[in-house]
């Protein structure tokens, strides 16, 4: 009998103190439930020239009216309307003008009584622009097998190893022996090109290009060309 009246005692603290809890709990939240709409999926950037494409995948909760994104420390941000609630559809926004840095990226979304999601991030962002741009060098002539002169007119070059995933191609450009300009565009997984009608004395410019990621949404070409005299 002792021992039912101990355990009774004992379940009678826990729930009242339980339920004390959630009194003091409610009281700070000024006697309001947090609602939290529903998360994003498949958050994702592809980084530019000094800008990015964020792109998600909706959330089925109908009551999301509208996304905010944030970065620069929270300094910058962008709101968008939310036009579907199907989880197949496919939303993205650009935004441009961000500094050559590192940013973070925090989406949130929003329903009609103004409740907010948990924030969904995209941390350390690389951001691209004219640093990078400085660093880049056009694709290297094969020092171990010079120019050839086929003909007459026609020679033929040889190119270094390229990055395959990088380096989105080199263009080569000359006047022919007619005076005609020439543009040959060369992919990063051929390391050979001949150059028709072009004799010795002619100049070469050579000019790469680049992605800084894979699936980066601008190309970045080198700030010079390179030349070449054929002999």
């Known amino acids: 009998m002792k021992r039912s009246i101990k355990l009774l005692l004992f379940i009678s603290c826990i ?127 094969d020092a171990g097998r010079p120019p050839v002169a086929l003909n007459g007119y026609t020679y033929k070059i040889y190119f270094s190893p390229a990055d395959t995933v990088l380096n989105t191609g080199t263009t080569i450009s000359y006047l022919d022996s007619l005076q005609n300009p020439v543009s040959i565009q060369l992919r990063a997984k051929t390391d050979s090109t001949v150059l028709d009608l072009a004799k010795a004395g002619t100049k070469v410019a050579i000019r790469s290009y680049y992605v800084p990621v894979r699936n980066a949404v601008d190309t970045f070409r080198v700030t010079y060309s390179d030349t070449l005299l054929l002999k």
């Open 15 to 141: 729930y009242f103190g339980c339920n004390k809890g959630e009194v003091e709990y409610r009281d700070l939240l000024g006697g309001e439930e947090i609602i939290y709409p529903g998360l994003t999926s498949n958050f994702k950037v592809y980084q530019g020239n000094l800008r990015v494409k964020l792109q998600w995948n909706p959330s089925p909760d109908p009551s999301i009216t509208k996304y905010m994104i944030y970065w620069n420390n929270n300094e910058d941000s962008l709101s968008l309307p939310a036009s579907s609630s199907k989880p197949q559809d496919t939303i993205s926004t650009m935004i441009t003008g961000i500094s050559e840095y590192v940013q973070n990226f925090v989406l949130y979304t929003y329903d009609n009584a103004g409740n907010r999601s948990i924030g969904q991030s995209l941390s350390g962002v690389r951001i691209y622009g004219p640093l990078y741009v400085s660093s880049l060098v056009n694709r290297q002539l």
